[in-house]
């Protein structure tokens, strides 16, 4: 089965400088998406950003950007020139690619409290 | 409409009672799914919904946890004799498909039973 790890509850970042989110996964599929969503305190999961594992090019969506490294199963988050407005809990989850154990359900980590200082 | 709808946003019941949670999806989209969110966790997946067709349910914690789409779009996630580790949030995802599409999700509904 796929698991999803995020080892930081919390982490903390000066506005306008920039810090990263590890997430860690296991699996033994060789094709599979990765997502980032945001959940600010109104509940609502928004995209953040993902990744195809088949691409090898990293994810870039303005500020943010994703390290995937696919032999290490990690996909951390770098989020630049952060903002009062990044302030959110951060998720890290796994789709397997269509035929796959679970080609349609999201496996989720469980969360980054991301905090932005002013 | 414009995004995934969910209501009630909060419903507080007493144990014991049964509880209905609904899901409007966003116009279109082919597949919904329900996730279970406990406090300070990521979702868990409960279930499933192709159009009208509830693909997979192996997610339900127990046979008190019910959901259907009758006619392919609203859902309605329905827990009979509510206890209080149903406590929870409830999030409704939609999508084009299921193949390729990202999930797009509602507000959810935070459930606290007393």
């Known amino acids: 089965a796929q698991t999803v790890t995020q080892s930081q509850p919390e982490m903390s970042v000066q506005e306008a400088e920039t810090v990263t989110l590890s997430c860690t996964y296991d699996t033994s599929e060789s094709d599979y998406y990765l997502f980032w969503y945001k959940q600010p305190p109104s509940r609502q999961m928004i995209l953040v950003i993902r990744q195809e594992a088949y691409k090898q090019q990293n994810a870039t969506e303005n500020r943010f950007s994703v390290n995937f490294q696919k032999a290490a199963k990690s996909f951390s988050l770098k989020i630049s020139d952060s903002q009062l407005g990044d302030a959110a809990m951060y998720f890290c989850?796994?789709?397997?690619?269509?035929?796959?154990?679970?080609?349609?359900?999201?496996?989720w980590g469980a969360g980054t409290k991301l905090i932005i200082k002013p | 409409g414009a995004g995934v709808s969910q209501s009630p946003r909060y419903k507080v019941a007493k144990r014991g009672q049964d509880v209905a949670l609904r899901c409007d999806p966003i116009s279109g989209h082919v597949s919904l799914f329900w996730y279970q969110q406990a406090l300070g966790q990521g979702p868990e997946f409960l279930t499933y919904?192709?159009?009208?067709?509830?693909?997979?349910k192996s997610g339900l914690p127990s046979d008190r946890f019910f959901a259907e789409r009758p006619e392919g779009s609203v859902s309605t996630l329905k827990i009979q004799r509510t206890q209080q580790e149903d406590s929870a949030v409830y999030l409704c995802a939609s999508s084009l498909d299921r193949a390729h599409q990202p999930q797009h999700f509602g507000d959810g509904t935070r459930l606290s039973i007393l």
């Open positions: 919904f192709q159009n009208e067709a509830q693909l997979d």
């Open positions: 989850a796994y789709r397997s690619a269509p035929g796959g154990a679970s080609n349609y359900q999201l496996i």
